[in-house]
């Protein structure tokens, strides 16, 4: 996919937007060959106390002060394997070792189990189809990429699914080793998703393996975006669009709010405008970038479809 624009009004119809296909990334490695062929298993990094207990609050977060009045109900997972942020690369092969590779990076916006105890994890559409090996970003042997650590099962860009008559740019990866350390970006926000805010959704922020931490102003929701791809076909998505900034890799991450304090998962984060590139967020270009993102309904619609078991837990935040 190369070029988007959106429509969330009248007078808006003229702005382009871009779903990203993901920043690529061109790996090689022609070490530890022999490794492959010889060893069936792999390194697997322990994080530190302090890292694993930060990670575990993120990935399970802990009711809200019984003594604060909540602002909205959150759905946290009842298990959580990989925190939001976390980043991901992906391929369609097995790479072979010594051969140089392309890998697609994204970042994960929350995961999740099903009652059978199934691991997933979400992220855009875009950046995997059905049956895309996902890895971790750590990895850099070619005994890392023996195993992989999960598989697309579902990409709303490359299926008939429809949400309000549109397209959805989500993507559901089931997690296959939940025990390989993965990176994530920054101090991981809790995953405390929410569908309905009790107050008006005014500054936004997103998390991004590219940009990292970016934050600005909700702009429009239920937007619609014209995806143009490489042989001039137009795909239409829908999403929500925020002042915030955003470039490839950070596709799939969490878009959030705050709700009494706390860091609450609103959205994931799809694309921005058409031929901008920002190396810098704090430009002025940066600053007044339009992101879009796909909404918690709109997400909530393929995770009920694809894992209709899902396993969540109701907190007052």
């Known amino acids: 996919m190369s070029a988007a624009r959106h429509r969330a009004g009248g007078d808006q119809s003229g702005d382009r937007l871009t779903l990203w296909t993901a920043l690529a990334v061109v790996v090689a490695f022609v070490v530890a060959i022999v490794v492959w062929l010889g060893v069936s298993t792999h390194d697997k990094t322990t994080p530190t106390a302090e890292e ?5 609050a993120a990935q399970t977060p ?61 992220t855009a ?24 650590v999960g598989t697309y099962v579902y990409s709303g860009m490359h299926s008939d699914d429809l949400y309000d008559g549109y397209k959805v740019d989500i993507g559901i990866i089931e997690i296959t080793d939940t025990e390989r350390f993965m990176d994530v970006v920054g101090d991981p926000i809790p995953t ?14 997103k998390t991004g393996g590219t940009t990292g931490y970016t934050c600005g102003q909700f702009d429009h929701p239920d937007g619609v975006q014209i ?19 955003a470039a490839k890799g950070d596709s799939g991450g969490p878009v959030f709010t705050e709700v009494n304090g706390r860091a609450a998962i609103i959205g994931v984060v799809s694309g921005t405008e058409a031929g901008l ?12 970038m339009i992101m879009a993102y796909t909404n918690m309904d709109a997400t909530f619609d393929v995770i009920n479809r694809v894992v209709p078991d899902a396993a969540w837990v109701e907190q007052p935040w």
Request: proline share 8%.
């Open 52 to 56: 694993a207990a930060a990670m575990q």
């Open 62 to 122: 802990p009711p809200v002060n019984p003594d604060i009045i909540p602002e909205s109900t959150v759905l946290s997972p009842a298990v959580a394997p990989w925190a939001p942020g976390t980043l991901i690369q992906s391929t369609s092969f097995y790479p072979e070792p010594g051969e140089p590779f392309t890998a697609q990076s994204c970042t994960v916006a929350f995961s999740f189990t099903g009652e059978d105890g199934r691991a997933y994890a979400v």
């Open 125 to 148: 559409g875009h950046c995997g189809n059905v049956g895309d090996l996902v890895w971790p970003t750590n990895a850099t042997t070619a005994r890392d990429y023996r195993v992989e």
């Open 192 to 205: 405390g998703l929410v569908r309905e805010l009790h107050t008006e959704l005014v500054d936004v922020c």
């Open 227 to 245: 995806v143009t791809n490489d042989d001039g076909s137009t795909i239409e998505t829908t999403g929500d669009l925020a002042t915030v900034c």
């Open 277 to 288: 590139n920002v190396d810098d967020c704090a430009s002025e270009e940066g600053q007044n």
